[in-house]
């Protein structure tokens, strides 16, 4: 089955820099990749995601970037914002109402003011 | 944006008991809902999928005479922890994807926190 890796498990950065969280997946067949963000005591939101058959996306401050031949993609966040600490989640999935999403194990993000 | 509402929030609730956790989602139909526990500070764990007019199909090791699943609706499915143990305390989250929409995302509720005294 797929297996997503997420990392760092932990990431601080000062208000104003940039912030990169990145996964890997290990079905070739996987397709579908979203982000979610979680707030404490929450359920997780989704913040954007992307599909196998664009490379990269963007919308305002977040962008999220796919490399299919080395299965991975990335989550960048620029000019944070304290409102931006949450913890994310990356996430993979094989186009279809039925399948289940894999999850990544979380990176917890401090925004420093 | 499509919705799902999870309810209660919150509920306490002694050992013993059983406690019903309802998931809808408010502006999509949902043949498939997938239910999450969540223990502190860890990703999210796959308990099992509610199928809507079938049975729901569990993770291994997670025991379905325990955690029982109905989906009786394309917009209602409902977790009942049944004869609840402290060890059972946890955030429970459910989760659907819009079942007329291919690729779609998967959208979850705000989840339920189960405090088992």
């Known amino acids: 089955g797929e297996n997503v890796e997420q990392h760092p498990s932990t990431l601080s950065v000062q208000e104003g820099d940039s912030a990169v969280i990145k996964c890997t997946y290990s079905?070739?067949?996987?397709?579908?990749f979203p982000w979610y963000k979680q707030e404490l005591g929450k359920g997780p939101q989704l913040i954007i995601d992307?599909?196998?058959?664009?490379g990269e996306k963007k919308d305002q401050r977040i962008a999220v970037t796919l490399n299919k031949t080395a299965k991975h993609f990335s989550l960048h966040i620029t000019e944070t914002q304290p409102e931006d600490s949450a913890v994310y989640f990356c996430a993979a999935s094989i186009g279809n109402t039925g399948n289940q999403f894999y999850f990544g194990t979380g990176t917890s993000l401090t925004v420093i003011p | 944006g499509a919705v799902v509402s999870q309810h209660p929030s919150r509920v306490i609730c002694k050992s013993g008991t059983s406690v019903k956790i309802e998931c809808r989602s408010l502006d999509f139909q949902a043949t498939t809902m997938f239910w999450y526990r969540q223990f502190p500070k860890q990703s999210l764990m796959l308990m099992a999928t509610s199928n809507e007019g079938s049975k729901a199909t569990y993770e291994q090791g997670v025991e379905k005479d325990k955690f029982l699943i109905n989906h009786a609706s394309l917009t209602l499915s409902t977790l009942t922890v049944t004869s609840a143990h402290p060890e059972d305390s946890s955030f429970y989250i459910c989760s659907a994807r819009d079942g007329q929409e291919n690729n779609s995302p998967l959208h979850f509720g705000n989840g339920t926190r189960l405090t088992v005294t």
């Open positions: 079905d070739s067949a996987s397709n579908y």
């Open positions: 992307i599909r196998s058959n664009v």
